[in-house]
């Protein structure tokens, strides 16, 4: 079977964007329950900076041996996101969570995911349509 039709349907790109989703949820949601801890700082879930950076790396390279370090651009699979504090300069008086921004962030962040999910599944039933014979 032609490797190419999966990569075609960007099952990887859109399986990424679930992992991210569901960290940058999980970051979040660690802010919310921690919003009358005092001293605590709120983080939030960097991916798409870090994409970028990867991506902007115009050399290429191969890895002849698997203990080679990678040279050159990566791929979205490849590329993960980091946990780093905020610098929103808020403070409630306990801490910097700005719980408003949070549940914001919360509720976009779930759009985003269902968004993805959808799409993703979409992808996996024309594969099958395809497989089986369907013609639409």
Known sequence: MDQNLFERANLDHLKKALTVYARRQRVTA?????????????????????????????????????????VGRQGIGQTNGEVRLQESGFDNG?????VDQEMTDIATT?????????VLS??????????????R
């Open 122 to 135: 979409m992808k996996y039933n024309v594969l099958r349509e395809s497989i089986s014979g369907r013609i």
């Open 30 to 70: 660690e802010n919310v329950a921690n919003v009358e801890t005092r001293g605590y700082r709120a983080q939030e879930y960097k991916f798409e900076e870090m994409l970028r950076k990867a991506q902007g790396n115009n050399l290429a390279g191969q890895q002849s041996r698997p203990g080679h370090l990678p």
């Open 110 to 118: 779930e759009l985003s995911y269902r968004l993805a999910t959808r």
């Open 94 to 98: 306990i801490n910097d969570v700005n």
